[in-house]
């Protein structure tokens, strides 16, 4: 059953693996949970994947209340409870780091590993580039529409001519969620911290950064040191690691899941744009995707899921 209904609202997700450890992955802003297509299979051999479209992304509708980091990561908890799962490791890109970090804080015993790819502990406007990424981004919008937005923002994502298809996909699923929607996430986002409460994240830490990304290299490097994480920087990626950097990604999810080394410095890198991607740009969303019920108003996904193994 893709649909869970909690407090009232269905909640869509999807789950992959049958491993004795939980891995829950969270997906960014404009986005839906099976955007983790290339990571979803490196990982569902070894664990149980639960990954969920949040309030008012994919196939999940939007939430009775205002949108806020702390929402979604209670109702992603809330989720967790009622599939039984007490404990569960954690893998957030994005804004999805966010809701992430939020949920190993609000139970901080019960997420023994945490996964931050591109994300940070606070999006309030504090340096000159989330002051760029978010009143430019939100000015387009508003300016231009979501449509036209979501053309430039997947530009920038991927902007190699053989990242083409990723490109129109990622334009294609960005312009397919309401403007109104996307500004009120992100204005979440903005609003949303956690600098005062680290010292009360218990979870190994892992930290997945783009060379290139939107927000401040120092910046994700100095959280590092402060909560004692792993870190790894991908050579000219940019905020998109998941996609243009799945090898490493991938690898580096998988080490510190296990325990295991990290990879070694030398594949901190992008993939070759050049190289043919692991999963088709262009199959039909994919097993519990595909039979969802259509009422949703926003496109679930960039990527299908593979189907479950």
């Not at 911290?193 to 994240?201: I, K, Q």
Request: net charge neutral; hydrophobic share 45%; glycine share 6%.
């Amino acid at each position: 059953m893709p649909f869970r209904e909690l407090h009232g609202r269905p909640l869509h997700y999807l789950t992959r693996g049958a491993g004795a450890e939980t891995v829950v992955l969270l997906h960014g802003l404009g986005s839906s949970g099976a955007d983790w297509a290339f990571q979803a299979p490196a990982l569902q051999a070894s664990f149980r994947l639960i990954v969920p479209d949040l309030p008012g992304c994919g196939h999940s509708p939007a939430p009775d209340h205002p949108y806020s980091v702390a929402a979604w990561a209670a109702s992603t908890w809330d989720l967790l409870d009622a599939l039984g799962v007490a404990r569960a490791n954690l893998v957030g890109f994005s804004m999805g780091g966010a809701v992430a970090f939020e949920m190993a804080l609000q139970r901080p015993a019960s997420v023994p590993r945490l996964g931050l790819i591109n994300s940070l502990a606070t999006y309030r406007v504090d340096h000159w580039t989330k002051w760029c990424k978010a009143r430019i981004d939100a000015s387009l919008v508003r300016l231009f529409g979501i449509h036209r937005t979501a053309r430039l923002i997947a530009a920038r994502l991927f902007p190699h001519p053989a990242q083409g298809p990723m490109r129109a996909r990622a334009a294609a699923v960005i312009g397919a969620v309401p403007a109104t929607t996307y500004l009120d996430m992100a204005r979440a986002l903005e609003r949303w911290s956690a600098m005062d409460r680290l010292a009360a994240l218990q979870a190994q830490t892992l930290i997945i950064a783009a060379e290139h990304d939107y927000t401040p290299l120092a910046e994700k490097r100095l959280l590092a040191e402060r909560i004692g994480a792993r870190f790894v920087v991908v050579r000219e990626s940019r905020h998109g690691t998941p996609f243009d950097a799945i090898d490493i990604t991938n690898a580096s999810l998988l080490a510190f899941l296990t325990d295991a080394p990290l990879p070694d410095v030398a594949r901190w890198e992008r993939d070759d744009p050049e190289q043919p991607l692991p999963v088709s740009l262009d199959d039909s969303l994919a097993d519990e995707h595909a039979a969802v019920r259509s009422e949703p108003t926003v496109l679930s996904s960039a990527l299908a899921l593979p189907p479950r193994a």
